[in-house]
Structures are given as C-alpha cells and as structure tokens.
C-alpha cells in the first residue's frame, strides 16, 4: 500500500513542482532584456565642417536656436558654439552621465523581487504509509517598502542635478567656443601683423650685410639691425605655437580631425552690461544659474538620502507564506516573519555618513554663491579698467603707425638713418601686438562674466561682429 500511496503521489508532485517552475520561468522571460554588442569606434573626428550636423532643436540657449546655421561661407562665433554644444566630445560623455542618472533613478524604483522556495523529502525507508513531503514558499522584504519613496525622491534630484550639470557644461562649451574662436582670429592677427613686420625688415638686412663688408659699418652698430629679424623671427615662432595650441582645442572641441579645414570669419562675441544689469543678475543668480541649480538638487537628493538611513534604522522586516506536506500527508499552511533585532549597528555609521555628507553639500553650495559673487565683482572691475586702455593703446598705435609710414618714407629718400626708421618700427610693432594682446583680454573677460553670471539677457548689449544681422541675443530658459 505504501508503495503504491507513494508511486501516485510522486507524479502529483511532480507536476506541481512542474507548473511552478513553468509559472516563474514565464514570469522571468517576459521582463528579460536582450543583449546587442556595441563595438568601437575609431576616434577619428570629421573630416570636414559640412558632415556635422548643429541642429537647432539641440540648442538650450535661445541665442543658439534662433540663429541660423550655415557653414558654407565659414563659421561666426556663434555658429562655432552651436558645432561645439552639438558635437563636443566633452558633452557626449556628460550626456551619457545624464543616462546613467535616469537608468539610477528608474532603478530606485524598483521593488525587490519576491524569493519562492520549494523542497522536497524522499522517506529512506518503505511501509508505514510514509508519503513524499515538500514544502512551497514565498516572501518579500518589507522593509523595502518603507524606504522607496526616499530613495525614489533621492535618485530623482540626482537626476536632475546630473541634467543641471549637463546644461551647465553646455554653456562653459559656449563659452570656450566663444573664446578660442578669439584666440584663434586674435592669434591669426598677430601672425599676419608679424610676417608684414619681416618682409619689411627684410629691406634692410641687404643693406647692413653690404655695409658690414665693406667696412662702413661695425657689427655694434649693426646689432640692431641684425637682432631686429631675429626678434621678430622668434615672436613668429612663439605665436604658431600657441595658434597651433588654440587652432587644435577648437578642432577637438567642435569634434573635428586634425587637418580638417576650418574658416572663421567675424568678431569675438562681447558684452558690456550695465551696473544695473549686474545687480540684477547677481539677485536671481540662485534661481538661474544651472551649477547652483545643480548643488541645490544634489542637496535635496542628500536629503533623502539621510531620511532613507533614519528609517532604515529600524528593524528589517521580511514577510512570507508557505504551504507543506509531510511524509504522513499531513498538509500545512503558515506563514513566517523574519525580523532584524536593532541592538549594536541601528544603522548608526551611515546616519553619521550621510548627515556629514550633507553639511558638506551645504558648505560646498554657499561657498560657490560666494565665490561666484566675488569673481563677478572682480571681472567688472577688470572690464572697466581695460576699456579706456583699450582706446588709449588704439590711439596710442595710430599715431606711432603713422610715424612709421613717414620714417619710411624718410628713410628711403635717404633722410633718415636705418636705426631710427628700426626704433620706430619696433615701437610700432609693439603698440600693434599690446593692443591686440588687450583686445584679446577684453572679450576674455566678457566671456567669463557671462559665463559666471550665466545670464544671456546681457546679450542685450551685446555687439557681436557678425556675418549675418541675426540677433544672439539669448534669455535664460
């Protein structure tokens, strides 16, 4: 009899443990994600402006969406900075961060999957009336439940404090395309005013070397003529390599091969806003400023953080029901509960880690408004000096320009000694490279501020030199 209880009984459970596993196996694969392989680019850049794409819909500053883009008669600056928030290898790993944040936040979401047991004892010996037993079982950690929300509410301002640094990001890349489209005009500029300064000493070097030969002239007194193409020689060398410098950052920049041509064309993007436009955005500079937006969302999300490791001092919870058999055919239900006694951690060092970790926050972000506020102060200051210095050099360059062209002219009708026309040249030269080296520095700054106060609606003194009568003029979003 036993044998026979026991062969009809086997097969029962079996098709139970059958079903079970077909019931969870069904549960599984509905919800499984596939695998694709993502293999390596090579990191080659484009070769050429026209396969970029800068579309408008991408842009977060108004100045960039509303400005139309069209690179065939070369890039303006702010077609420059459209290429490089579009295509800024630095933004794709940021944006890719930003992906990062939203998986994160979706995964906090999620509840724990249920744990489902099943066993089964086999009696060794036969008689008796002995029956197979098992026993089927499901759980679920409760305590899971009681900190979701802050974990949720935690993840989700992280995400947004990863959105905040990306739209942050795009605008320092606006303002680095900003800035080296300057260097570069500004570079090219001193290159060209450098190589005219040459060819023109270059008319003089004949006429020393002759006199040096035919002893009508020491090599003291001919030093400065000789060490005055040398000098200009060795300016030229020193400015390539720092035009090669910033012409390399801005082909990196807008995601360019190395010896992808590259035209600019236009003036640096400048501002100069009043003192009432710089209290007024250093007012709101909290309320708009994506970096501060940033730390305040980061703040938040420590928050939660901390109240999620409040409640997790409390004990752990995990829930289940069950059903069994014995070996005497006896069938059970019940249910379990499992519960964590709080008597030495309490979850103590991570309330102690997250609550320090949130003053720092806190530290961190008041210090940033201060410093922010400090360097803004600075920056205004630094355009107010270089304006008039600006126009004085400018009239300053002028005058010794014409000087020049009259020494010349001196000079070549033989009224005027070749070391006086060399001291004037020199002189003039000099003003020529200070005022662009002033220049270049006054929409350094410029740029800098509106980047520190991350308010376009200065754009509306701005004076951008462009191609196209296309306002880029922005307001903060």
Known sequence: MHDAGRQRCFPSMMRGLRTACAVAAALVLSGCASYAPLPLGRGEGAADVAQLAAPTSAMSLPSLATHRFDPADGLDVTET?????????????????????????????????????????????????????????ISEDVSALLTRSSRKAAARNQAQQVNLDLLWAEWQTVAQARLLFDQVLNLRAQQARLASEQAALAQVTPYVQAALRSGNLTYDSASAGLNAAADVRKQQADNALALHQADSDLHVLLGLAPDAPLELTGGPYQVTPTTTQLQQALADLPRRRPDLLALQAGYQSQQEKLRAAVLAQFPALNIGFNTARDTSAIYTHGFSVGITLPLFDRNRGNIAIERATRQQLKDDYESRVLTTRSDMQRLAADLAALAPRERSLAAHALQLAEARRVAEQSWRQGLLDWPTWLALRSQSLAADLELLAVQQQQATQSIALEALLGNTDLGDTAHPVSKRAVSTQASMP
Do not use: C, T, W
């Open 81 to 137: 900075a459209m290429l490089a928030v579009a295509n800024s290898p630095a933004l794709k790993l940021k944006r890719d961060e930003l992906g990062i944040a939203r998986a994160q936040a979706f995964a906090a979401g999620l509840l724990p999957d249920p744990q489902l047991s099943l066993g089964a004892d086999f009696p060794q010996h036969s008689g008796g009336g002995l029956n197979v037993a098992y026993n089927l079982g």
